[in-house]
């Protein structure tokens, strides 16, 4: 057992990329749910996303027009499910699935002549005697603009959320549609501008593997991700910064379960592979005091004639 | 009713022809662990698949399912394979050694192949190749071109075929060079680019400047081109994009020459349960191109390791090797049988850790 092989300060810097994709993810699927659609295919859109965003940044060399076309096509993709289950009136829950299988498929096939191929490099900020701390610097000031942007965005929903005029109307709708519906608000209108910013999110979660976290293209590369991130929002009980604490727990049991094998550690990997949902149930039992649950309406589908 | 009617019995003669024409074609399946996209051990599966279809042509017809999981799921799929006709099965990966064996005993006319598993039927061969003498190779390689004497190792399951890689490529490391160490990271699973780039990273970060591993993905190649002075080797496909740098040589799985003869076997209606094992002779394990980035010396070294493993005159595993608890287990000059190597289940001596259970 040698812990000094350890570094504490690259194990925290590399736990918060492991983070980032999960967090996007999540983030985005919360204010979906937010707004009382269950939307599964979060694993789908994020592949999606993965090989858009692979695709553009390799054909212009630019990863940050990359993570716009992630972006793009992730909401792109999340229309379909909008158009199933807002407009058609499908079932949430099957449309979801559905929509994890053809974004795996569809990647595959868009992804074919990608394979092996190297992206370009996206810089770390470097930001002069900042960066170059001990110690605070490589944590806080030495990583990509996307992880600060992931932060950024669950402070902004945060507050959306709880403070704007925009983010009530979101959760009135999420709570009970048809009174929603009776003061005159838009219900369908909202909820597809939540789908899509869900699906954005996802898209800019995939396309941070690929691009960043891992970097290049795989079929299937987002490995269950999509449905880490589904849990997070549980755990999160529907609260963003609990989001982003939740992705740090979840992407650092795995970077430290890694490092203690590395440094001879020789704690059974069960145990270490167990923990994610041990903290996950030590968690819930803390925060149960907590009376905030799921949106009211989550996973039903409205229609203004009933 | 009269529409449903002629639909019912258009789709009867349909049916029916396409069955008549079925009957001379063979029918092989493959049932995959990971996408045909993998860039390596399923990839070079589906490239064993393609060459059946273009040794065969009209003769066979071959379907595929990727990404099954290890479990009830590829019982499902084999059962549902057998049912639509498959004549031939190959189950690609060690976890799917009891659901083939489940499965065989439901369709006695199937012929099922799994690969690296060790139990047979009556209807159920086994294949595997002799990875481990690609991995003397890749350890001499390793071995001379470290410098920080610390290689690291991306293990994904813990089975006789990784430990016994493990202890292949340590042994030859070991020999050119004294003091290299082993770091070893289990990462349980064949196929997850996401968790190979972060072991790579992690044992990069802890002072490794050699990575091997034992799953699936280029991951670790694009992690290592990330950190600059590291190099990697290919695994299960040559992952030449990589080179000449991370990437400096690899190990090639080549099963088409296996799959062709097997395919053939049946066709001509000889095909009998066997139990194959082959190497860098027969040529289902390849040594990818070693890259520039190795010096003369060294490139020379493992070549004239691989030519005495092709012609038999040397076998990576020969003693004296003792465990790693201190026992014996080879003496000088000893040569380890294919029963013990099958069933590997320790590290030889000088690996530190334990191998998970």
Same mark, same amino acid.
């Given at each position: 057992m040698d812990l000094s092989a350890i570094n504490p300060v690259l194990l925290i810097a590399s736990l918060?990329?492991?983070?980032t994709p999960l967090l996007l993810a999540a983030i985005g699927e919360l204010v979906v749910e937010k707004s009382g659609v269950l939307n599964l295919g979060v694993e789908g859109m994020m592949?999606?996303?993965?090989?858009?965003?692979?695709?553009?940044?390799? &054909?212009?060399?630019?990863?940050?027009? #990359?993570?716009?076309?992630?972006?793009?096509?992730?909401?792109?993709?999340?229309?379909?499910?909008? $158009? !199933? /289950?807002?407009?058609?009136?499908?079932n949430q829950v099957a449309s979801g699935l559905s929509l994890t299988l053809f974004g795996l498929g569809l990647s595959a096939l868009l992804g074919q002549s990608y394979v092996g191929v190297k992206p370009p490099q996206m810089g770390d900020i470097h930001i002069p005697v900042l960066?170059?701390?001990?110690?605070?610097?490589?944590?806080?000031?030495?990583?990509?603009?996307? !992880?600060?942007?992931?932060?950024?965005?669950?402070?902004?929903?945060?507050?959306? !959320?709880?403070?704007?005029?925009?983010?009530?109307? !979101?959760?009135?709708?999420?709570?009970?549609?048809?009174?929603a519906h009776a003061l005159g608000y838009k219900v369908l209108k909202i909820r597809l501008m939540a789908i899509m910013f869900g699906g954005a999110c996802a898209g800019l979660g995939g396309a941070y593997i690929s691009l960043i976290r891992v970097p290049q293209w795989t079929e299937g590369m987002t490995a269950g991700i999509g449905w880490i991130a589904l849990a997070l929002v549980v755990f999160a009980s529907w609260k963003p910064w609990r989001a982003l604490l939740g992705a740090y727990l979840f992407g650092g049991v795995t970077v430290v379960q890694l490092n203690l094998q590395a440094a001879g550690v020789a704690i059974p990997v069960e145990y270490l592979a167990m923990s994610p949902y041990l903290i996950t149930i030590i968690v819930l039992v803390i925060l149960s005091a907590d009376k905030s649950s799921a949106p009211a309406s989550l996973g039903r589908n409205f229609h203004a004639s009933r | 009713m009269k529409l449903t009617k002629l639909l019912t019995s258009a789709a009867m003669a349909l049916g029916l022809a396409a069955g008549a024409a079925m009957a001379d074609t063979t029918k092989v399946g493959f049932v995959y662990v990971g996408p045909v996209g993998d860039g390596g051990w399923t990839y070079e599966h589906d490239q064993g698949r393609k060459a059946v279809e273009a040794e065969f042509g009209d003769q066979v017809e071959t379907v595929y399912v990727e990404n099954v999981a290890e479990g009830p799921d590829a019982e499902r799929v084999m059962t549902q394979m057998a049912l639509e006709g498959a004549d031939l099965i190959f189950t690609t990966s060690f976890g799917y050694m009891d659901p083939t064996i489940n499965v065989a005993k439901k369709f006695p006319n199937v012929k099922f192949e799994h690969a690296t598993g060790y139990k047979r039927a009556d209807n159920v061969s086994t294949y595997s190749a002799r990875f481990y003498e690609g991995r003397a190779v890749q350890g001499t390689i390793a071995g001379h071109m470290t410098e920080s004497n610390v290689v690291g190792y991306i293990g994904s399951y813990p089975i006789p075929e990784v430990v016994r890689g493990i202890n292949s490529a340590y042994l030859h490391a070991k020999k050119v060079n004294p003091d290299v160490q082993f770091k070893i990271v289990w990462a349980f699973t064949w196929f997850d680019p996401a968790k190979e780039a972060d072991a790579a990273k992690v044992l990069i970060e802890q002072g490794a400047d050699v990575i091997l591993q034992h799953t699936d993905s280029t991951a670790p190649?694009?992690?290592?081109?990330?950190?600059?002075?590291?190099? /990697?080797?290919?695994?299960?496909?040559?992952?030449?994009?990589?080179?000449?740098?991370?990437?400096?040589?690899?190990? $090639?799985?080549?099963?088409?020459?296996?799959?062709?003869?097997? /395919?053939?076997?049946?066709?001509?209606?000889?095909? &009998?349960?066997?139990?194959?094992?082959?190497? $860098?002779?027969?040529?289902?394990?390849?040594? =990818?191109?070693?890259s520039d980035a190795v010096p003369a010396d060294v490139k020379e070294a493992a070549l004239a390791?691989?030519?005495?493993?092709?012609? #038999?005159?040397?076998?990576?595993?020969?003693?004296?090797?003792?465990?790693?608890? =201190?026992?014996?287990?080879?003496? &000088?000059?000893e040569t380890a049988d294919d029963g013990t190597l099958a069933g590997m289940n320790f590290y030889v001596e000088g690996l530190e850790g334990d191998i998970p259970q």
């Open positions: 918060m990329v492991a983070a592949i999606t996303g993965a090989i858009a965003g692979f695709a553009v940044a390799v &054909e212009s060399g630019s990863p940050l027009l #990359g993570f716009v076309a992630a972006a793009i096509a992730g909401a792109a993709l999340s229309v379909l499910f909008a $158009i !199933l /289950t807002q407009f058609a009136q499908a960066s170059d701390l001990p110690v605070v610097g490589p944590i806080l000031f030495g990583h990509d603009i996307i !992880l600060y942007f992931g932060i950024v965005l669950t402070a902004a929903v945060w507050w959306v !959320l709880k403070y704007s005029r925009i983010g009530l109307v !979101l959760r009135a709708v999420g709570e009970n549609h048809d009174a | 190649q694009a992690a290592a081109q990330a950190a600059g002075n590291v190099i /990697t080797f290919g695994q299960a496909s040559d992952m030449a994009e990589y080179g000449p740098k991370p990437r400096v040589s690899s190990i $090639i799985d080549d099963w088409a020459p296996y799959y062709i003869a097997r /395919t053939k076997a049946v066709i001509d209606g000889n095909w &009998e349960s066997v139990d194959t094992w082959d190497g $860098i002779g027969a040529g289902m394990v390849g040594i =990818g191109e070693i390791i691989k030519a005495s493993i092709a012609d #038999g005159s040397y076998h990576p595993f020969t003693g004296p090797v003792k465990k790693q608890d =201190g026992s014996d287990w080879l003496a &000088e000059g």
